[in-house]
């Protein structure tokens, strides 16, 4: 069973920047669809971005399409959200997740707060 491990969330001025990273532990990506997701409090969990492992496509939700950007490294079995010019509309609880079949495992969460 993969594990999932998120981070590098915190508290960023609007139009700043943050990276988020995803580590997997227990078994690699490889075959995984790997992606990030986030909550705001009573709502409901929305897609942001996810990459496929096996050619790398990417997709993408309409509010963040040109400023984030998911990317992987095969080697430390991570993936990456780089967000840019950040809106105070982008303050959520981030997870990353593996779709492992059709079954999502999800990470613990990662916070970003984007102040205005």
């Known amino acids: 069973q993969v594990q999932l491990e998120d981070s590098g969330g915190g508290l960023v001025q609007a139009g700043g920047s943050l990276r988020l990273s995803c580590a997997a532990s227990g078994r690699t990506f490889s075959s995984y669809t790997i992606g990030w997701s986030r909550q705001t409090p009573g709502k409901e969990r929305e897609f942001v971005a996810r990459?496929?492992?096996?050619?790398?496509?990417?997709k993408y939700a309409d509010s963040v399409k040109g400023r984030f950007t998911i990317s992987r490294d095969n080697a430390k079995n991570t993936v990456y959200l780089q967000m840019n010019s950040l809106k105070p509309e982008d303050t959520a609880v981030y997870y990353c997740?593996?779709?492992?079949?059709?079954?999502?495992?999800w990470g613990q969460g990662t916070q970003v707060t984007v102040s205005s």
């Open positions: 990459i496929s492992w096996s050619d790398a496509s990417t």
């Open positions: 997740y593996a779709m492992v079949g059709i079954v999502p495992v």
